[in-house]
C-alpha cells in the first residue's frame, strides 16, 4: 500500500525557512516521481516541483524558483522541500504527491499524502 507522510510544517517568520519532509513506503521507489502541491483556501492548489528519483531531474514552479529545493535521501526513502526566504503568498497545506514524471509536472498525482500547513508570520 502506498503511503505519503509529510512532516515539518510549522509558523515561520517572513524571509525564514523551513524543511519539509515526505516519507514514502509500500511502493518500488523509481517507479514514480514526487512532487510537491499546496493549497490554500483562498487559492485552490497550486503545483510546486517534482523530483524524479531514477535521473535526479526536478522541475519547479515559477513561483517558488531559486526559493525552493527538492531532494532525495535514497535510504531514507524521504523527498525533502527545503523553502528558503518565506513570504505570506506562501502560507498554505503543502502536500506531496507519487504520479509518473509526465503526470506529476501537470499536477496530476495518483497518490499523495494528508498535508502538513506551513503559516508564513510578518
Known amino acids: 500500500q502506498v503511503q505519503l507522510v509529510e512532516s515539518g510544517g510549522g509558523l515561520v517568520q517572513t524571509g525564514g525557512s523551513l524543511r519539509l519532509s515526505c516519507a514514502n513506503s509500500g511502493y518500488d521507489f523509481g517507479d514514480y516521481a514526487i512532487g510537491w502541491y499546496r493549497e490554500d483556501p483562498g487559492k485552490g492548489p497550486q503545483w510546486i516541483s517534482c523530483i524524479e528519483p531514477g535521473s535526479g531531474s526536478t522541475r519547479y514552479a515559477d513561483s517558488v524558483k531559486g526559493r525552493f529545493t527538492t531532494s532525495i535521501d535514497y535510504v531514507k526513502r524521504i523527498v525533502y522541500l527545503q523553502t528558503e526566504s518565506v513570504n505570506a503568498e506562501d502560507t498554505a497545506a503543502y502536500y506531496c504527491?507519487?504520479?509518473?514524471?509526465?503526470?506529476?509536472?501537470?499536477?496530476?498525482?495518483?497518490?499523495w499524502g494528508h498535508g502538513t500547513q506551513v503559516t508564513v508570520s510578518s
Open positions: 504527491g507519487a504520479a509518473p514524471w509526465s503526470y506529476c509536472v501537470r499536477g496530476e498525482f495518483r497518490f
